[in-house]
């Protein structure tokens, strides 16, 4: 059978347990093998003879066996071996004394211990590499790594002499290849219950035997491996031009492999590592920047005409920014071009993106073209309309908005006719805002997700507009194209902090821009942290509340769950890394916001379970600061209609305090909203955080972020919530929450449903790495645009772009 990178594991290993364990990591094949990556290697082992045993330090030794005995734990139904180990011979070569240990190992298994009892038999020469410690005065080793050593006539520890009499497979063929294989630094792999971090090395190891052509790799163990490279380069092709592998001074994808999962020092680890990092940033790159130069030859269609958009500009009852300003010039030149625009506006905040997104809108009509604004909640379409359907109908000298009930799905005036498309809608509703689309006639969209259903049709459609892009997949994107003869423009938005250098790899086939000033009128939002379990704060920040509220003004309590004994909400980014995590090779991310008990704290402690809406409404209406104030709930569990009323009657001021979910992060505004709590506020990202900060202090009064926590002062928690309360700068948040929390959390990997594909990649450190790879990219791609000369890296980009929608918006 002809082995390469696509051939599956379950043609190459018998154990199917095994191969199941493997499948659970997302091993499938060898090439999934190959790129399930260590996330360490542990430092050399020193040897040393048993004179020279430092407790709690590991070392390796030679050694011959004097005695093994198995002894039957009767109270346990198991077994104890004890094997006899001399390190004489071993120890004249040091210069030292030799000295006896014993070697112990437990097991239920009658087989496996007999299996041991024939590897340690009487007089077998081995290598021990394990931890030393003391017991009832004798130097022992616990599970010690064994390596058999062949015995020979002519083997010799200055003199020693092993008869040959046995046939039994050994390990290794000299002491001095046993002692180098088990002193060598060895990588360590995520684990499960399933399969064990040595395990997976070991099967992985019998891959890189299968594609070297050996025939045997189902009983390899991780002892075994000393296969080169050179062995199995030929099934594995390098990705990375030649002369980019030159000028970077790379290693071949086959030696970096080797050096990876069969390191021979830290330091070629660690050169493994670099290379297969460099070839994520230029296979990102290249495919970022090949979608980018495709979409340029897609066909679009110009809107040149800016007299209704200025027109609009100059009603407006305020002075534009000069970045709403600039951003809008930006966009009409796009928007002029016969090829499609391609722009991400990042805005902070109540930046005014909603101003830049009606004024782009306004020129597509103006030009006699139709535009969708599409939205995640109903909540935020409604929202959308209520507000666009104000502005614009200053532009006709008439209020569209007198007359018409909140349900009215088309608002039509000689200005511009403001249709609103969702799936709550009534039937004949509905389909009098699908009529409308599907005429042609010039107009504003504004709906949510039915916008991608295949009843709705926009054949005049020249510009589609995303808010809060991360909500959405790249197929659902992608099936606007198809409503319209030629490509529209897009303009995707969003209020979650991307710093540079991650917009750069996750957005880089679009251009970028961003609005950092804040319109005229906001104030600052004063933010504080407080102990829950300070018990006289707390009450303060309730009386503070109820000023507020008597004063008029609106109040938002958020929970992380719906009810005690439920999930958390399912927008919920609840992050609760520990210093444990961070230890054992898991890393940053997210726990299971399922979790009624959440995982340990940040000094490894048990957290108390999350709090629920249900429970926070009991609490808050049993205290006297809030005696006759009337409460309202919002979650992702409640239907449209239900979040509709509610919100209406907040913003009127028939329930002040909202208990809610992280259903509100996105989109909602109550201009008369001055106050936030967010209890477990220590439990979710910053991006989350300064989001739910910035639904308060929208209609220019004071306002005020109250953030609950019940973490430890100097807890890494604490930490992250001391950034939030020292800055309003949403690029310097998620600066600090990239770097606390890394790219995937912060940018939401799964976003479409799938895995990146970058392992290795971390756009804060290697913001040098990118750019270079994006520089060399770029001048690949002017010589050779379809990669024809570059048959692997082409295979790779492709690979890529299918399997990582969510970095190519627009590809």
Not at 545 to 552: N, S
Request: aromatic residues 6%.
């Amino acid at each position: 059978m002809s082995i390469s990178l696509d051939t599956p594991i379950s043609s190459l290993l018998a154990n199917k347990r095994r191969v199941g364990a493997l499948k659970s990591l997302g091993i499938v094949s060898i090439g999934d093998a190959l790129t399930y990556y260590p996330f360490r290697v542990t430092e050399p082992v020193p040897s040393r003879a048993l004179r020279e045993a430092r407790q709690g330090e590991s070392m390796a030794f030679a050694a011959i066996i004097r005695s093994v005995r198995v002894i039957p734990m009767n109270t346990r139904r198991g077994y104890r071996l004890e094997a006899l180990a001399d390190d004489s011979d071993f120890a004249r070569t040091r210069g030292v004394a030799g000295a006896l240990a014993r070697l112990t190992f437990f097991s239920y298994k009658k087989q496996y211990v007999d299996w041991l009892s024939m590897r340690l038999r009487d007089g077998a020469c081995i290598v021990v590499c394990g931890m030393p410690s003391e017991y009832n005065g004798q130097l022992q080793f616990t599970h010690p790594e064994i390596v058999t050593v062949a015995p020979a006539h002519d083997i010799s520890m200055s003199g020693m002499f092993i008869p040959d009499s046995s046939s039994l497979k050994y390990d290794a063929d000299t002491v001095d290849e046993g002692l180098r294989r088990v002193c060598r630094p060895r990588p360590v792999y995520h684990a499960t219950s399933r399969i064990s971090s040595e395990h997976i090395h070991e099967s992985i190891l019998g891959f890189l035997h299968a594609l070297a052509g050996e025939n045997d790799t189902s009983t390899v163990a991780s002892s075994e491996l000393t296969v080169s490279a050179a062995a199995f380069a030929p099934a594995i092709a390098d990705i990375v031009p030649e002369s980019v592998r030159e000028a970077r001074s790379l290693m071949h994808r086959a030696e970096a492999f080797a050096a990876i999962h069969n390191p021979q020092s830290t330091a070629d680890f660690a050169r493994g590592i670099e290379t297969l990092r460099y070839e994520e940033a230029f296979i990102c790159q290249t495919a970022l920047l090949q979608a980018r130069r495709d979409a340029h030859h897609a066909v679009a269609e110009p809107c040149a005409d800016t007299t209704l958009r200025d027109t609009f500009i100059s009603s407006l009852p305020f002075a534009l920014t000069h970045g709403q300003r600039e951003v809008i010039d930006d966009i009409a030149v796009d928007m002029n071009r016969n090829y499609p625009m391609q722009r991400l506006l990042q805005g902070e905040v109540g930046s005014g993106k909603t101003i830049v997104a009606l004024a782009a809108m306004l020129q597509a009509v103006g030009s006699g073209r139709q535009a969708v604004l599409v939205a995640p909640t109903q909540v935020l379409a409604e929202q959308h309309v209520t507000t666009i359907r104000a502005m614009v109908a200053r532009l006709a000298g008439t209020d569209q908005l007198d007359g018409l009930s909140d349900n009215t799905d088309v608002a039509d005036s000689s200005a511009v006719p403001v249709i609103l498309l969702t799936g709550g809608m009534k039937l004949a509703a509905r389909r009098r805002a699908l009529a409308a689309a599907a005429s042609g006639r010039p107009c504003i969209i504004v709906a949510t997700h039915a916008a991608f259903s295949k009843t709705f049709q926009a054949p005049n459609l020249a510009l589609v507009v995303i808010d809060e892009q991360h909500r959405f997949g790249v197929e659902q994107r992608e099936s606007l194209r198809a409503k319209a003869e030629k490509t529209p423009h897009l303009l995707v938005m969003t209020a979650t902090p991307i710093p540079r250098t991650a917009a750069m790899t996750w957005f880089g086939d679009l251009d970028i821009s961003w609005l950092t000033e804040l319109p005229g009128g906001r104030k600052p939002i004063r933010t504080f942290i407080v102990p829950e379990a300070d018990g006289h704060t707390m009450g303060s920040m309730f009386a503070h509340i109820r000023q507020r509220l008597d004063a008029g003004e609106r109040a938002y309590v958020v929970c992380p769950r719906i009810d005690a004994d439920e999930p958390a909400d399912n927008d919920v980014d609840v992050y609760a890394e520990s210093d444990a995590m961070r230890a054992d090779g898991r890393g940053a991310g997210n726990t299971a916001a399922g979790d009624a008990v959440a995982a340990a704290d940040d000094d490894g402690r048990q957290r108390p379970p999350l709090h629920s809406v249900s429970e926070i409404v009991a609490r808050l209406s049993s205290l006297p600061q809030f005696a006759g104030i009337s409460f309202a709930t919002l979650t992702g569990r409640d239907d449209d209609e239900t979040k509709a009323r509610v919100m209406a009657d907040f913003a009127s001021g028939k329930t002040p305090i909202l208990v809610a979910t992280t259903v509100i992060e996105v989109g909602v505004d109550v201009p008369q909203a001055s106050c936030i709590v967010i209890f477990d506020a220590d439990r979710y990202g910053l991006s989350q955080l300064h989001q739910l900060r910035g639904r308060v202090g929208r209609g220019g009064t004071d306002s005020w972020a109250f953030l609950i926590s019940r973490a430890d002062p100097d807890s890494p928690a604490a930490q992250r919530l001391s950034v939030i309360q020292g800055t309003l700068d949403g690029a310097k948040i998620a600066q600090a929450d990239l770097e606390f929390r890394g790219a995937g959390d912060v940018l939401g990997d799964a976003q479409s449903g799938g895995v990146s594909s970058l392992k290795l990649l971390r756009v804060v450190k290697d913001a040098k790495m990118i750019a270079d790879a994006r520089e060399r990219a770029a001048r690949l791609l002017d010589d050779d645009p379809t990669l024809a000369g570059q048959t692997q890296l082409a295979g790779a980009v492709l690979d890529f772009t299918r399997g990582n929608e969510t970095f190519l918006t627009s590809s």
